[in-house]
């Protein structure tokens, strides 16, 4: 079975400052990509970063960074410089072959952030 | 460029009624998912739909729920004869390719209450 593990269901920073949201994962399959998505009260799902499984490099999207541990199938989010709007629940999910036919996106079940002014 | 259109944003229903949600995907995108999302949870796989056909359909419910993307118009989740249980936010998702390197584009969802 393909899980994804979040460890704190919320947390919270200060404005400005550094935070970073946990994630593990478990899959046997060797190709797949992992994401962040936000989720804010307006329920809207955004991508806010992804990251290939065969890549070493960790992505980065402007003030969003991952650190990506494979062989402990470790997939954390940083947010830096955090600002008010980034207040929102965050989601780790990953996409893999399910066997039936198509690449599910696994979730987790999520990481409720607030940012604090 | 529209994104992934689902209608209504909010539906109310009573037990024993049926609900239809509909989704229109990006423009140039024929693969469609459907998700689940209960009160406090992270989104659950129901089926994966293209053009007239069901490819995945191992996270539905084996009764009461069905779906379909035909040729011509929007994708739509029926649920028949809806309960309590059956509350939560469905969300739609369509992607061009069914690969892995692709992460979805999502609806906003619709909000289904049954009272």
């Known amino acids: 079975a393909q899980t994804v593990t979040q460890s704190q269901p919320e947390m919270s920073v200060q404005e400005a400052e550094t935070v970073t949201l946990s994630c593990t994962y478990d899959?046997?399959?060797?190709?797949?990509?992992l994401f962040w998505y936000k989720q804010p009260p307006s329920r809207q799902m955004i991508l806010v970063i992804r990251q290939e499984a065969y890549k070493q490099q960790n992505a980065t999207e402007n003030r969003f960074s991952v650190n990506f541990q494979k062989a402990a199938k470790s997939f954390s989010l940083k947010i830096s410089d955090s600002q008010l709007g980034d207040t929102a629940m965050y989601f780790c999910?990953?996409?893999?072959?399910?066997?039936?036919?198509?690449?599910?996106?696994?979730f987790g079940k999520g990481t409720k952030l607030s940012v604090i002014p | 460029n529209a994104g992934v259109m689902q209608n209504p944003r909010h539906l109310v229903r009573r037990r024993g009624q049926e609900a239809r949600l509909r989704c229109s995907p990006m423009k140039g995108h024929s693969h469609v998912y459907w998700y689940r999302q209960l009160p406090e949870e992270g989104l659950k796989f129901m089926v994966y739909l293209q053009k007239e056909n069901i490819i995945d359909e191992s996270g539905m419910p084996k009764e009461r729920f069905s779906a379909e993307f035909p040729k011509e118009g929007p994708s739509i989740l029926r649920i028949q004869q809806v309960v309590r249980g059956d509350s939560a936010a469905y969300f739609c998702a369509s992607s061009p390719l069914a690969t892995e390197n692709y992460g979805y584009t999502f609806g906003s969802g619709t909000r289904l209450t049954v009272v």
């Open positions: 899959t046997s399959e060797s190709n797949y990509y």
């Open positions: 999910a990953f996409i893999a072959y399910s066997g039936a036919g198509s690449y599910q996106l696994t």
